[in-house]
């Protein structure tokens, strides 16, 4: 049975997205059958991460909003076998036509139910916005688990409590609290116990900075570039934690 796992973070700049990339290249080469869905139609980064130009006809999970496109036309599949993205917008015509007209929110579990029908999925990974909307609402309702992004600042902590209660709200018991971005010179314990403390929960990963991210410059997926690299065991060990 597949299992629905959706990224959050509070604000912006926390690595999520590139996160939910990691992810998705590791359980695609441990062979199950993922799909990565970009349900940021307002700061997509999924399509530019992976270089895709998007599903069939250029469509998108906006375009299948609005009615243009099934939502299986919007998938792209990988060349590295069983992974699949789904690129939030491909152009501004569709988000324009969402910010005018909105649309039928039921859509999107309805597409997520189909996608992992469609593609016999193992795992939907869903990157939403950060902070609090109609997409994000959906991504945590319908999620098996929730993956809660953030650095251990006071700006990203402060916001700690929508998160939780947004889970709470939708009964997401299973979390996983991964601090991204930690300078090496940060005491550990101190911004483990700060985090632990704003979101209720144990930390399940500290993730270093390291400048091989920033050097990659958004060109390559860093599990790709650098698979020995100490990181990529905190990428695995959230995977674990949410499956």
Do not use: W
């Not at 919007?74 to 069983?82: E, K």
């Not at 947004?166 to 010179?185: K, S």
């Amino acid at each position: 049975m597949a299992r629905i796992v959706t990224l959050h973070s509070c604000r912006g700049g926390t690595g999520k997205s590139s996160t939910a990339a990691n992810m998705a290249l590791l359980l695609a080469a441990e062979g199950r059958r993922v799909a990565l869905v970009d349900a940021d139609i307002r700061s997509p980064a999924v399509e530019t991460m992976f270089g895709s130009p998007g599903g069939r006809d250029g469509c998108s999970l906006a375009d299948y909003l609005v009615g243009r496109c099934e939502i299986e036309d919007a998938v792209r599949p990988l060349a590295s076998g069983g992974l699949f993205i789904v690129p939030a917008r491909t152009g501004m015509t569709a988000i324009n036509e969402i910010s005018a007209n909105g649309y039928d929110v039921g859509l999107l579990n309805e597409g997520f139910g189909r996608l992992i029908a469609a593609l016999d999925l193992d795992v939907l990974l869903l990157d939403t916005h950060t902070g609090i909307n109609t997409e994000t609402v959906m991504a945590v309702a319908g999620a098996d688990a929730l993956v809660i992004v953030t650095r251990a600042d006071r700006l990203d902590l402060a916001g700690a409590a929508e998160s939780v209660a947004l889970a709470d709200r939708f009964g997401c018991v299973r979390r996983a609290v991964v601090v991204n971005m930690v300078p090496d010179a940060a005491p550990r314990s101190d911004l483990v116990l700060r985090a632990e403390t704003a979101y209720g929960t144990p930390v399940t990963a500290v993730l270093p900075y390291v400048p091989e991210m920033a050097e990659l410059a958004g060109e390559q997926i860093f599990v790709s570039a650098h698979p020995g690299h100490s990181l990529v065991a905190g990428y695995q060990k959230i995977n674990s934690a949410v499956l």
